[in-house]
């Protein structure tokens, strides 16, 4: 089971019509694009998905037209997370998971559990979960982080928590905890910057944002780096990364919506209170792409 969340994860956006409403179409072009770029497997309903925006209905509708479309050709994670733990308890009761292989669960958000109130939640998921899980921790958005000696303590206690996408941006903390993870247990890069120094630290893969927009280029920089090539995985991210902090500056996933749509793939439109990105970001993201011959 672990080694079908290796390598390139893609952390899917939910796109949107004009009128705000899901664009099941466009999703559907989405991941048929992403799966025929190359990519290992895909996360739905994460941040990049704008999952805290969408109602039950749409979240339900979002996971069985992925899973249709995916047809079994690539592994599937679905996002399920949230700061109150029965409430979470409820989704697992409550949410169709067929054709998926994992859950995403992001650490508590808002109300700053201690390490300890941290684990007995992970701790109470993990015995009531219908699928292995994989910890994210994100500090920048939940106001706490999730500390390597209590991820060290879930992999060991719960047999059913199989790796961690780390999205603190810290390589010393990934690095940590890589030392001192079980046999087999995934650490996975939750940053698309720090993906590649990660892989070759001993990192499972990335759970990446950019690798919906130009997932030929970026799925080949990841299985280089996992294939031990370094130099040439790092030589891809030199030249990708300005258009990464590009993606970023003005907030996920207003950045990625933007290039899918000057591919052509769905509109750049989020609900708020996310907002568009401004005009003159926007060109610089299509004159970068441009530039270096990802438009296509």
């Given at each position: 089971?672990?080694?079908?969340?290796?390598?390139?994860?893609?952390?899917?956006?939910?796109?949107?019509?004009?009128?705000?409403?899901?664009?099941?179409?466009?999703?559907?072009?989405?991941?048929?694009?992403?799966?025929?770029?190359?990519?290992?497997?895909?996360?739905?309903?994460?941040?990049?998905?704008?999952?805290?925006?969408?109602?039950?209905?749409?979240?339900?509708?979002?996971?069985?037209?992925?899973?249709?479309?995916?047809?079994?050709?690539?592994?599937?994670?679905?996002?399920?997370?949230?700061?109150?733990?029965?409430?979470?308890?409820?989704?697992?009761?409550?949410?169709?998971?067929?054709?998926?292989?994992?859950?995403?669960?992001?650490?508590?958000?808002?109300?700053?559990?201690?390490?300890?109130?941290?684990?007995?939640?992970?701790?109470?998921?993990?015995?009531?979960?219908?699928?292995?899980?994989?910890?994210?921790?994100?500090?920048?958005?939940?106001?706490?982080?999730?500390?390597?000696?209590?991820?060290?303590?879930?992999?060991?206690?719960?047999?059913?928590?199989?790796?961690?996408?780390?999205?603190?941006?810290?390589?010393?903390?990934?690095?940590d905890i890589l030392s001192?993870?079980?046999?087999?247990?995934?650490?996975?890069?939750g940053d698309d910057l720090?993906?590649?120094?990660?892989?070759?630290?001993?990192?499972?893969?990335?759970?990446?944002?950019?690798g919906q927009g130009i997932?030929?280029?970026?799925?080949?920089?990841?299985?280089?780096?996992?294939?031990?090539?370094?130099?040439?995985?790092?030589?891809?991210?030199?030249?990708?990364?300005?258009?990464?902090?590009?993606?970023?500056?003005?907030?996920?996933?207003?950045?990625?919506?933007?290039?899918?749509?000057?591919?052509?793939?769905?509109?750049?439109?989020?609900?708020?209170?996310?907002?568009?990105?401004?005009?003159?970001?926007?060109?610089?993201?299509?004159?970068?792409?441009?530039?270096?011959?990802?438009?296509?």
């Amino acid at each position: 089971m672990r080694e079908l969340f290796t390598g390139t994860g893609v952390a899917l956006v939910t796109p949107f019509t004009s009128d705000l409403s899901v664009d099941y179409t466009a999703l559907e072009h989405l991941v048929t694009e992403v799966i025929e770029g190359g990519v290992d497997y895909l996360v739905v309903l994460g941040t990049t998905g704008e999952s805290v925006t969408l109602n039950r209905e749409e979240k339900e509708r979002v996971l069985r037209s992925v899973a249709h479309t995916a047809g079994g050709r690539v592994p599937l994670v679905a996002g399920i997370g949230g700061n109150s733990t029965s409430a979470v308890l409820e989704d697992f009761k409550n949410t169709d998971l067929g054709g998926y292989s994992g859950i995403l669960s992001v650490s508590p958000y808002y109300n700053k559990p201690t390490q300890e109130g941290i684990f007995r939640h992970f701790e109470t998921l993990a015995s009531n979960s219908p699928l292995p899980l994989i910890l994210y921790n994100v500090p920048s958005r939940t106001g706490s982080n999730m500390l390597p000696e209590t991820v060290i303590r879930l992999a060991n206690a719960c047999p059913n928590i199989m790796g961690i996408k780390e999205a603190s941006g810290d390589l010393h903390q990934i690095q940590d905890i890589l030392s001192k993870a079980p046999e087999g247990f995934l650490v996975i890069s939750g940053d698309d910057l720090t993906a590649v120094p990660a892989i070759l630290d001993g990192g499972a893969g990335v759970i990446s944002v950019l690798g919906q927009g130009i997932p030929g280029v970026f799925t080949r920089m990841i299985h280089l780096a996992r294939s031990g090539k370094g130099e040439e995985a790092m030589a891809i991210h030199n030249q990708i990364a300005p258009l990464v902090e590009l993606l970023f500056r003005e907030g996920n996933p207003a950045g990625i919506k933007a290039l899918l749509e000057l591919r052509g793939i769905c509109s750049s439109a989020v609900r708020l209170p996310l907002i568009a990105p401004s005009k003159n970001l926007r060109g610089q993201i299509e004159a970068f792409i441009i530039q270096h011959g990802l438009a296509h």
